[in-house]
């Protein structure tokens, strides 16, 4: 166009900052914002709220920012999707404090904060380990009588399970279906998490259990919470079984599956089953970590097998792992 006679408008390059914003080409779309400022052809609100959700979208929190306040610094206005596109930025940068001070913010410009805007600040909020701000967000939309989401309330689930807040986390699951809302598999899986921090494993193979009664399929995460949780409760049959349910619902398990199999034999004194998901874990092409390696050292010691022990005490060492102290004593003492 620019070899041309025709002279590039306003329109066509938002349709062109908006196009590469739909690629993922964050760069092109701000290259050609920059390209109009140079050009004299004044960006509107359109061209900056799309540039912004370019930032958004390669993560340029700061640059997000910076948009924002040359629209402040003009003539021209923000919208609420101008300042839902830096909040979820923010979101993405883990930027809690200045994600809710633009939330503030668009509340003193007159503008009202939608699902969106709030949803994106109960996220940055979880991911910062703020519960109790993720939380108090999500009453202001029902205080607001804005009507919370799935996004919503999985960004709020989230936030409780990274704090350990597994009742509040149980809670959130509840109030999605009595609004008639269906939980995701986000949402069972984040419940699942906080309730295996929470060392809840009844709760925990129960959300597992209603995910399948919703025809939910469970996934590779929800499996290894599971497991975990079991492992937890010293529940090894439990962990085993549910081990045994990936495999047959063709996932594949991770090397996070196995290991925590491994631990909850070792809690369950099971040192047999204990190598043997360790051999599992190699036929399955897995490398088993320093967390494998030092269950497996501990199941051994636990059942008297030192020559065991120091068997995979040099497999450790033969692949550069750190052997954990607990396996480096249980193998020197021969226990």
């Avoid at 002279?7 to 908006?18: D, M």
């Avoid at 668009?106 to 993720?134: N, T």
């Avoid at 290991?259 to 190699?282: D, F, H, N, T």
């Avoid at 040099?314 to 792992?321: A, M, P």
Wanted: neutral net charge; proline residues 3%; hydrophobic residues 40%.
């Amino acid at each position: 166009m620019l070899g041309s006679k025709l002279e590039p408008t306003v329109i066509s390059y938002n349709a062109g900052i908006s196009a590469c914003v739909k690629g993922q080409q964050w760069q092109r779309a701000l290259s050609l914002l920059s390209e109009m400022l140079v050009l004299k052809s004044q960006p509107d609100v359109i061209s900056f709220s799309a540039g912004i959700s370019a930032c958004e979208k390669g993560h340029q929190w700061q640059r997000a920012l910076l948009l924002l306040s040359e629209m402040l610094g003009s003539i021209l206005e923000p919208d609420v999707i101008s300042y839902n596109g830096v909040i979820s930025a923010c979101e993405k940068g883990k930027q809690w404090q200045r994600a809710l001070s633009l939330l503030s913010e668009m509340s003193g410009s007159m503008l009202e904060p939608d699902v969106i805007s709030y949803s994106a600040g109960i996220s940055a909020c979880g991911k910062c380990q703020q519960w109790q701000r993720a939380l108090s967000l999500l009453n202001e939309m029902l205080v607001s009588k804005l009507e919370p989401t799935v996004i919503s309330y999985n960004a709020g689930i989230s936030a409780c399970e990274k704090c350990q807040q597994w009742q509040l986390a149980l809670s959130l699951l509840s109030d999605m279906v009595e609004t008639r809302l269906e939980p995701t598999m986000i949402s069972y899986n984040a419940g699942i998490s906080a309730c295996e921090k929470g060392q809840q494993w009844q709760r925990a193979l129960s959300l597992l259990s209603e995910m399948l009664g919703s025809k939910l399929e469970p996934t590779v995460i929800s499996y290894n919470a599971g497991i975990s949780a079991c492992e937890k409760g010293q529940q090894w049959q439990r962990a085993l079984s549910l081990l045994s349910e990936m495999l047959g619902s063709e996932l594949e398990p991770t090397v996070i599956s196995f290991s925590a199999g491994i631990s909850a034999c070792v809690k369950g004194q099971q040192w047999q089953r204990a190598l043997s998901l360790l051999s599992e874990m190699s036929a399955s092409k897995l490398d088993p970590n320093i967390i494998s390696y030092s269950a497996g050292i501990s199941a051994c010691s636990t059942g008297g097998q030192w020559q065991r022990a120091l068997s995979l005490l040099n497999e450790v060492l033969g692949s550069k792992l750190e052997a954990g102290a607990t396996g480096l004593v249980a193998a020197r003492r021969g226990v």
